[in-house]
């Protein structure tokens, strides 16, 4: 059962391409602490129900040891590699970039990513290795071995670093990003700079948040649009041209997600999710490198 009915929209980049506005994600639920080798099948499974369903914009990361599963499942699918939009990550081979694109393609099957993104700014406080390493993206730009090259998890200060002398700005920067964790300065700086934003954790408010201040609105507006509070906050982040990443290993669930497509939030409806989003602080990822005041 194909999407047919309600195509997820596409966001364009700064560099010219398009990135489909929902997402599945392989991180989070899937993250393999243990042995890599070990093959998830249900994490397959899973990603292949994604894929079926109508999710072509498929996350992934080396640091979730899951892009083995991610590139097994494409490969199962049967839907052609140019119709999916195809992400992965570097920070556990951040010494060696390039080298660690090719691992990650290895796992993946595949020739090039869409996307590939530097995890996080955390691996050096030097402006000079910042730099250094996004000139190995470019490289790689350049290379064709990625589409579209951006970052995850940076503030405004790191991004400074890398706008001050680079060939292709970040066209992306992936964040946890939910009611209880807006970024205000940190989305208007992307704005003004070009870049476009993705979020992870999009679902936080109902899940790691239940029983905040955003629950009424939510379930107000769950009731009006005939969806479930989950849909309400992937549709706030869309309708702010903010692409949001999910995930789940029951279809049910995964179908619902996309009624997400169907319905588009008021610019009030909006404001109001914003207001009792603010009321509370939550970040639900990378608590240990956050001052945890610092809601950018």
Not at 192 to 199: D, N, P
Request: contains cysteine.
């Amino acid at each position: 059962m194909a999407n047919i009915h309600t195509p997820i929209p596409n966001l364009k980049l700064n560099d010219g391409n398009s990135i489909p506005m929902l997402a599945y994600g392989t991180g989070t639920a899937w993250y393999k602490s243990g042995d890599e080798s070990k093959l998830d099948q249900q994490c397959i499974d899973s990603t292949k129900t994604a894929i079926k369903l109508g999710y072509y914009h498929l996350d992934g990361a080396e640091v979730y040891k899951t892009e083995t599963e991610l590139g097994t499942a494409i490969k199962e699918s049967g839907v052609a590699r140019d119709k999916l939009y195809l992400v992965t990550k570097v920070i556990t081979n951040i010494a060696d970039i390039p080298n660690a694109l090719r691992t990650s393609l290895k796992k993946l099957q595949t020739d090039y990513v869409d996307l590939y993104l530097i995890h996080a700014p955390f691996f050096t406080e030097s402006k000079e290795d910042h730099q250094a390493k996004w000139k190995q993206m470019e490289q790689l730009k350049d290379e064709g071995l990625a589409k579209s090259i951006g970052v995850s998890n940076y503030l405004p200060e790191h991004l400074d670093v890398i706008l001050e002398n680079c060939k292709y700005p970040p066209a992306i920067n992936q964040i946890e990003f939910h009611p209880y964790l807006q970024h205000p300065n940190l989305v208007k700086y992307h704005k003004e700079k070009g870049i476009a934003t993705s979020a992870y954790g999009p679902l936080t408010a109902v899940t790691k948040g239940a029983g905040g201040p955003v629950d009424g609105v939510l379930a107000s507006l769950a009731k009006k649009y005939a969806v479930n509070p989950g849909e309400i906050c992937l549709r706030w982040a869309i309708d702010q041209d903010i692409v949001a990443i999910t995930t789940s290993s029951k279809e049910q669930r995964l179908s619902d997600y996309l009624r997400a497509m169907t319905f588009k939030l008021t610019p009030k409806e909006i404001q109001m999710i914003n207001e009792e989003g603010a009321k509370k602080h939550l970040r639900g990822f990378w608590n240990h490198k956050y001052d945890d005041n610092d809601r950018r």
